[in-house]
Structures are given as structure tokens and as C-alpha cells.
């Protein structure tokens, strides 16, 4: 499998802005299964905390998704 073809946000063909976007998007998926989860069954949890948690995921994950592809097309293709 090429750096192009990862399993989510590394498609062939998308460009860097667009791979940001999706990390972003899979970033609020998870965070907020992760806080919703956490609100629902942890007692001292706040909303306030699930919505800086949420965003702090959205922010991590989109870098983490545009790093790993450009960290990727720097190595070269794959062997």
C-alpha cells in the first residue's frame, strides 16, 4: 500500500487541505463517542470539559492526519 492509499484520511489523489479536513472529521467522531461516553457514565464530568476535549481531538487529529502524510511523501514511495 502507498503513503496515497492509508486507510482513512490518505486516500490517492487528495490534497493536503483536504486530508486536514477529514482527520477533523474522524477527530470529532471519536472525541465525541469518547465525551459522550464520559458524560453518560462518569459523574463529575462537565460538558464544558467534553466540548475542549472535542476540539482539542478535532485540532490532534487533523494535524496528525497532515503530518502523516507529509511525513509520508518525504520517505518516498513505498517499497
Known amino acids: 500500500m502507498s503513503p496515497e492509499q492509508g486507510y482513512f484520511a490518505g486516500r490517492e489523489g487528495r490534497p493536503g487541505p483536504q486530508l486536514g ?15 459522550l461516553t464520559d458524560l453518560a457514565i462518569l459523574g463529575g464530568w462537565t460538558v464544558a470539559a467534553s466540548v475542549v476535549d472535542v476540539l482539542w481531538g478535532i485540532v490532534l487529529t487533523a494535524a496528525a492526519a497532515s503530518a502523516d502524510f507529509g511525513l509520508a511523501r518525504l520517505a518516498g514511495p513505498a517499497m
Open 21 to 35: 479536513a477529514t482527520g477533523a472529521l474522524l477527530g470529532l467522531v471519536v472525541y465525541g463517542v469518547h465525551d
